[in-house]
């Protein structure tokens, strides 16, 4: 076997010669992957308890062997077979390697970043140091479209770095390459322990450079850090005018350095590792309840029961926050029903639901007040989403454990929790998706419906009750202007609330259609009791309207009013996206309702209400 050869990129148009050892699941999971993956071709798939691992002489032009087997002692056998050019990696590895980045120039960032806790396995599946750093190396170059690139190492006792892994250096180079600290690209970025960018030609001066590669148009060296102390130093290049790094490469190269710290640290210390692979274990099978096609609510409750076992603790719930009142309502638990929670709601306490909304970090205390090193904890670690990162809930454990402990159990918890995040985002974009394609579908229904319509009071009837299903609003209002082109007049009205709500809505709804102006869009509200209309008396309510342009000039407004939500028992605020499905439902009513302009009057100024069930 040899040694420091770099892995084969796709992107060279060379098909490599490959072959699985291990007849297991692993194998099964990875082999459709591999089979679709841009040049690979598997050539044999050996079972090591049927066949000896010695046939694999057989293939002259193997390239690469993967070994799902775990087993050190097949391991060693294949690396102890005598084929040139011949590189043993993980399952993992491979993973990473051939189907988890298939794109470059930052097309595979996202996806690399979103599993990068994956990489973590390195750890437990391969005792090789060397190959840990490979497939870090080799994940950082293809994923950032780089032409070349180094690992290297730090000594402390020679304040020294050397090259342990290298892609596109000539060995010549890999072999000689030693940089002291302070000196070059790479011994500045580890002293001052910064990310370095360079466009074009290194300057000398300062990044004290004894020579420089003009052949490079781009590169970016970032240092590997263990908290404060330096351990290393990552280095990618450019050698294509077209592919130029940028702050977005910075920042994943960031990533992949504190993730390659972490691993650097595992191997060297056995206590370390242990931990490590025990963490890894929780964190994958958390990983594997959330990726389930289950519901939600049922994938909540098997990871806190999965994390009252690991952790050995009494309970572990999970609370949602009421964007109304910012309490925290139980959701799930694994001590009490779904059912349960639902007829009789458990609250979080006062005190921690302050903490939360106050700080935002995850804590714990201790729950006895006595005894402070022993006994009781309780864990709370706050959920946050999208790129506001809001707090949308917060996961409470209850546990007894030694204070020495908690460090790493929190930590722990800190890494579920943004997983847990990642996968409320992601559902709450996929819902967002789904639910405005279904508006969007409902506005295009609406515009063929309109057009059908025998009269001006049907049409204002087809118009509210549109509105109101598709912006699930409680109340709604349609005002017009009438043929003398006086002050808007409120033609249909349609409410789930009873007739005295309905008053103090218009009372309201006088002074916001007064408000609106042509071409400036929605006007939106999400709490009317801290608007310019607190004094109306409608309290915490939401209201979102919208003018109706005809000819340049408003001649008619839509307004609705809380949008309904009967799973949390409160209403909820109008959103962006409301906001756009509002303006779209406006042109097309605009549309309908030029068919009868200018206006009548109505035979009465306001309407009688319409009741909606």
């Known amino acids: 076997m040899t040694e420091g050869r770099d892995f084969p990129s796709p992107s060279t148009g060379v098909i490599r010669q490959v072959a699985i050892v291990g007849l297991n699941r692993e194998t099964a999971h990875l082999l459709p992957n591999l089979l679709d993956a841009e040049g690979i071709h598997v050539i044999k798939v050996l079972n090591p308890e049927l066949e000896d691992v010695s046939r694999l002489t057989q293939y002259p032009h193997l390239d690469i062997i993967i070994d799902t087997t775990h087993n050190p002692t097949i ?3 294949l690396r102890k077979l005598s084929m040139k050019r011949v590189d043993v990696i993980s399952g993992l590895g491979a993973r990473i390697l051939f189907c988890g ?74 072999l000689s390459a030693i940089q002291r600290v302070g000196k070059g690209v790479s011994g500045m970025a580890v002293r001052r322990g910064e990310a370095v960018l360079i466009q074009g030609r290194a300057d000398k001066d300062l990044h004290a450079a004894e020579y420089q590669n003009g052949d490079l148009t781009s590169a970016i060296c970032c240092p590997l850090k263990d908290g404060d102390e330096p351990v290393g130093v990552i280095n990618i290049s450019s050698k294509n005018p077209a592919r130029i790094f940028g ?48 519901r939600m609510e049922e994938r909540l409750n098997l990871m806190l029961m999965k994390l009252v076992n690991a952790f050995g603790a009494t309970a572990c719930t999970y609370y949602e926050i009421n964007p109304t009142d910012k309490s925290f309502v139980a959701k ?42 022993t006994k009781k904890w309780s864990l709370v670690q706050p959920i946050r989403v999208g790129v506001s990162q809001e707090i949308v809930g917060a996961l409470f454990l209850f546990m007894n454990s030694e204070k020495n402990n908690l460090k790493e159990e929190t930590g722990l918890l800190k890494k579920i929790g943004e997983m847990l995040g990642r996968e409320f985002s992601k559902s709450r974009e996929l819902e967002s998706m789904k639910v405005q394609s279904l508006k969007y579908s ?53 409410s789930s609330r009873d007739a005295g709500w309905l008053e103090s809505v218009l009372a309201v709804d006088e002074f916001v259609v007064a408000d609106l102006s042509p071409g400036k869009g ?92």
């Not at 409301?578 to 200018?598: E, H, S, T």
């Open 442 to 494: 409902a506005i295009s229904q609406f515009s063929f419906d309109v057009s059908n319509t025998a009269s001006l009071s049907e049409l204002n009837r087809m118009i509210l009750s549109n509105l109101g299903l598709i912006l699930e609003a409680e109340t709604c209002v349609l005002r017009l202007r009438n043929s003398h082109l006086e002050d808007l007049e409120v033609r249909q009205t349609v």
């Open 522 to 613: 929605p006007l939106r509200c999400d709490d009317l009791s801290r608007s310019p209309y607190a004094d109306l008396g409608l309290g915490k309510d939401s209201m979102l309207a919208a003018a109706i342009d005809i000819g340049g000039e408003i001649m008619g407004s839509l307004t609705v009013y809380n949008r309904k939500a009967p799973d949390q028992g409160h209403a909820k605020p109008f959103t962006n996206t409301d906001q756009d499905v509002l303006l779209n439902f406006v042109l097309q009513a605009a549309k309908g309702l030029k068919r009868y302009f200018p206006f009548p009057s109505p035979k009465q100024a306001t309407p009688d209400p319409v009741l909606a069930d």
């Open 101 to 174: 980045v298939k794109k470059s120039g930052g097309e595979g960032k996202d996806a690399v970043l979103q599993s990068l806790e994956e990489l973590r396995e390195a750890v437990g599946l391969a005792k090789n140091k060397d190959e840990i750093l490979k497939v870090i190396l080799n994940t950082a170059v293809k994923t950032t479209g780089a032409d070349c690139g180094s690992l290297m190492l730090l000594d402390p006792s020679k304040r020294q770095l050397t090259i342990e892994a290298s892609v596109g250096l000539d060995p010549n180079v890999v």
């Open 247 to 294: 702050r977005e490469d910075v920042e994943f190269l960031q990533e992949l350095a504190g993730l390659t710290a972490e691993m650097i640290k595992s191997t060297r210390d056995p206590d370390t590792n242990q931990t490590t692979a025990h963490s890894l274990g929780i964190i994958n099978a958390v990983r594997e309840i959330l990726s389930m096609k289950y």
């Open 332 to 373: 799930a638990s694994s001590s009490v029903g779904v059912t349960s929670l639902k007829e009789k709601p458990m609250l979080l306490d006062d005190l921690f639901t302050q903490r939360i909304l106050k700080c935002g970090h995850p804590f714990c205390v201790n729950a006895t007040g006595k005894f402070p090193r």
């Open 75 to 77: 391991s060693a056998r």
